[in-house]
């Protein structure tokens, strides 16, 4: 664990301030659920909570369906990394952060279909896979990830990339409703 050397007071009703500069840097907005966990050593952490992250295997059998079903590249994310990868090369993709552009689209809840021409870089570590389709995965009114097509060999999508990633997106929305 590292230390920042931030100390925090807990104030009258049990609160504390997450300072802003953390919060930019991890990019932990007002709204987002922290799980919290103890230890023997007396120690409180605060994790971010994905509750698309939770569904671990799920979301990679999920997602290698899509690219079978559509033949193009499935990605699965959560509102800051990508949690699911079939069809394109895994190790590149798999845990790394969205793009600014993906998380803007989350947050403004955009979805980017085959009716347009532009196309929306995956990654904030690497240019080299762009969406030509993306969903934003929406359960109770709020954005929790996003459904992808990573297209091969500059292909353009189709309404069958549209239809199968509104489907997927959904789904995955109803599940987390629970």
């Known amino acids: 664990m590292k230390?920042?050397?931030?100390?925090?007071?807990?104030?009258d009703l049990g609160r504390v301030v997450i300072p802003k500069e953390l919060r930019r840097t991890l990019r932990i907005r007002e709204g987002d659920p922290l799980e919290i966990f103890v230890n023997?050593?007396?120690?409180?952490?605060?994790?971010?909570?994905?509750?698309?992250?939770?569904?671990?295997?799920?979301?990679?059998?999920?997602?290698?369906?899509?690219a079978k079903a559509s033949g193009q590249g499935a990605v699965i994310t959560d509102r800051d990394n990508i949690i699911?990868?079939?069809?394109?090369p895994k190790k590149e993709l798999?845990?790394?952060?969205?793009?600014?552009?993906?998380?803007?689209?989350?947050?403004?809840?955009?979805?980017?279909?085959?009716?347009?021409?532009?196309?929306?870089s995956v990654s904030g570590i690497s240019d080299k896979y762009s969406a030509g389709v993306v969903v934003p995965i929406i359960s109770e009114g709020d954005t929790i990830g996003s459904v992808l097509f990573v297209m091969h060999d500059g292909m353009k999508p189709t309404e069958v990339e549209n239809k199968l990633a509104?489907?997927?997106?959904?789904?995955?929305?109803?599940?987390?409703e629970g």
Not at 3 to 11: L, M
Not at 41 to 63: M, N, Q, R, T, W
Not at 166 to 176: T, Y
């Open 3 to 11: 230390a920042t050397g931030i100390v925090r007071r807990i104030d």
């Open 40 to 66: 023997n050593d007396g120690e409180v952490i605060f994790k971010k909570y994905s509750p698309i992250g939770e569904l671990g295997d799920f979301a990679s059998d999920y997602a290698e369906t899509l």
């Open 94 to 120: 798999i845990q790394k952060p969205v793009s600014h552009e993906l998380e803007n689209m989350m947050n403004e809840k955009i979805s980017l279909t085959s009716d347009e021409s532009k196309t929306v």
């Open 84 to 88: 699911a990868v079939s069809g394109i």
């Open 166 to 176: 509104e489907s997927a997106a959904g789904f995955l929305g109803k599940h987390m």
